[in-house]
């Protein structure tokens, strides 16, 4: 009988986007181009947050946490990205795959309940915006910021240490262009119930708790915006929160209709389109939804 963690298979071939020959370089231009983009942003928000006066505030924090989250999971899958554009399929080792996972994982679980945190942080400074600086305050958003990071990469852990006891043997390529969960799990000759059942259980905290905290949040504000009779304090109310609501939007949209939609025949590509919006597009456009729609950003911008 083979031991439980005997690993019959060394390396992953992740065979990304096949077909590509004659617009490889235009593509990998493009993604590249992206990335950079991407990694300027971001990098620009959490120095103009560190740095300007104007944004010592605890919505401009936590937006700042949101692009160093945006950072690592970009970090994470674009470099592999690039590789699979440019060579057509690449090797990686088992351990690397699976730690390619993780911190994708990890990151991306931080931002649903980061999500969560800043819906929080709107319905107070909308619901009850006398007692906003006594609730937010500078140790209530430390508890809120270190939670979802432990929580992120804690659980993370659990469900890494569960997949090493896993074997893999004979097949050994993924149809992707990142080391996703499922494709991994495919990819296991052990039975993986136990694993699907535990990470369905780890889903519930980080993905459809935060969710209803949002939807709750939302209900609450919508009340009180519905409540205010002038149109302009509605506006200036609705302004506070309209970035965030579209950055919830777009990530929980992606996120149903990769991981929640029912899988087609014909959905491969669909799904790879998919995840590329999740991990190459929405650190992009992150940035961009809160500093087009933040008067104080454009202001710390000029006094660079």
């Not at 020959?21 to 300027?40: A, D, G, Q, R």
């Not at 000759?189 to 259980?201: G, N, P, Q, R, V």
Request: hydrophobic share 50%; proline share 4%.
């Amino acid at each position: 009988m083979p031991q439980k963690n005997q690993t019959l298979v060394s390396e992953i071939v992740l065979l990304g986007f096949q077909n590509l020959h004659n617009i490889k370089i235009p593509l990998f231009s493009l993604f590249l181009l992206i990335y950079i983009m991407t990694v300027w942003e971001n990098v620009l928000i959490i120095v103009l947050v560190s740095s300007s006066r104007n944004l010592e505030s605890p919505m401009y924090f936590f937006l700042q946490q949101l692009s160093l989250s945006d950072l690592l999971g970009s970090t994470v899958i674009v470099p592999t990205l690039l590789q699979t554009v440019l060579n057509g399929d690449i090797r990686v080792s088992l351990v690397g795959c699976i730690s390619q996972w993780y911190f994708f994982s990890a990151s991306d679980s931080f931002q649903c309940v980061l999500l969560a945190v800043m819906s929080y942080d709107r319905y107070v400074a909308i619901c009850i915006p006398l007692r906003y600086s006594s609730i937010m305050s500078h140790r209530v958003c430390f508890i809120l910021i270190l939670t979802p990071w432990a929580l992120g990469f804690g659980l993370a852990v659990i469900t890494v240490n569960l997949m090493g006891t896993l074997q893999f043997c004979n097949q050994n390529t993924i149809n992707h262009f990142f080391c996703d969960f499922v494709p991994l799990l495919e990819l296991s000759c052990s039975d993986t119930f136990l694993l699907k059942i535990e990470a369905f259980f780890l889903s519930v905290p980080m993905i459809f708790v935060p969710f209803i905290l949002i939807t709750v949040s939302y209900v609450c504000i919508a009340h009180a915006i519905l409540k205010i009779v002038s149109n302009t304090g509605r506006q200036k109310a609705f302004s506070t929160c309209s970035s965030h609501l579209a950055v919830v939007s777009i990530f929980y949209g992606t996120i149903i209709a990769i991981y929640v939609v029912p899988p087609r025949k014909e959905s491969e590509t669909i799904s790879k389109v998919l995840s590329l919006l999740y991990t190459v597009g929405i650190p992009l456009v992150n940035p961009l939804i809160y500093s087009l729609r933040s008067k104080d950003i454009k202001e710390a911008l000029k006094m660079i």
